[in-house]
Structures are given as C-alpha cells and as structure tokens.
Nanobody
C-alpha cells in the first residue's frame, strides 16, 4: 500500500550539482520524518541528511554546507539538493520515510514504521 521511490541519481562531474527526489505514494499514511542515506561499496549505510516532521534538519559532517534536505508535504516528497559534489559522494542513495500507517480501519488502527526506497545511484567522476 505504501511505496517509496527515489529518483534523480546520475553521473556528474566533480563540483557539479544534483537533486534527488523521494516520492512516497499509496494511501493511509502520514509521513513523519524522512531521511537520506547512502552506501558505497565496502562501507556501511550512513545517514546523510534528515528532516523531521517539524522540519528541523540534520546533516552528516561530510555534507554539511553542500547538501540541503527539504520536503514538500503536499506532494509527500523529500528532496536532497547536492552541490559541490565530490568523488567521495559516489554511492547509492536511499530514502527512508518514517510513517504512521493505517493498518486497519475497523477499528482504526495505526502503527509507526519506516519504509525504504530502492536506491538511486549517484556517481561523481574525478
């Protein structure tokens, strides 16, 4: 019922910019916080940026000042604007959505859980 899909990954040159999008679709859910994570070969998945339901943000030190996370609540979409890209930014970027989901309507029952997208590849050439 709920799907999270990332898009926008591409091959770019060092110093270039890219904007990733994460779209949540389906029904019976409300998005709380959303985060961007990335994973490169041989490394653990790491948090890149996070935006809470109250729209406060947090960034990994490695991207602070270069990346900006934002959200459009009406579209159930979160963005990651990536500027001044470096080769070390190369990774598969994943979106994670913290949601309150309706699991039953009779009676109304909700639960809080997170959903992962499939990932989108970002490659920054040196």
């Amino acid at each position: 019922q709920v799907q999270v899909v990332e898009s926008g990954g591409d091959l770019v040159q060092t110093g270039g910019s890219l904007r990733l999008s994460c779209d949540a679709s389906g029904s019976g859910f409300r998005i709380n916080g959303m985060g961007w994570y990335r994973q490169s070969p041989g490394k653990q998945r790491e948090l890149v940026a996070y935006i809470t339901g109250g729209s406060s943000t947090n960034y990994a030190d490695s991207v602070k000042g270069r990346f900006t996370i934002s959200r459009d609540n009406a579209k159930n979409t979160v963005y990651l604007q990536m500027n001044s890209l470096k080769p070390e930014d190369t990774a598969v970027y994943y979106c994670n959505a913290d949601m309150t989901v309706v699991v039953s309507t009779t009676p109304l029952t909700t639960r809080r859980r997170d959903y992962w997208g499939q990932g989108t590849q970002v490659t920054v050439s040196s």
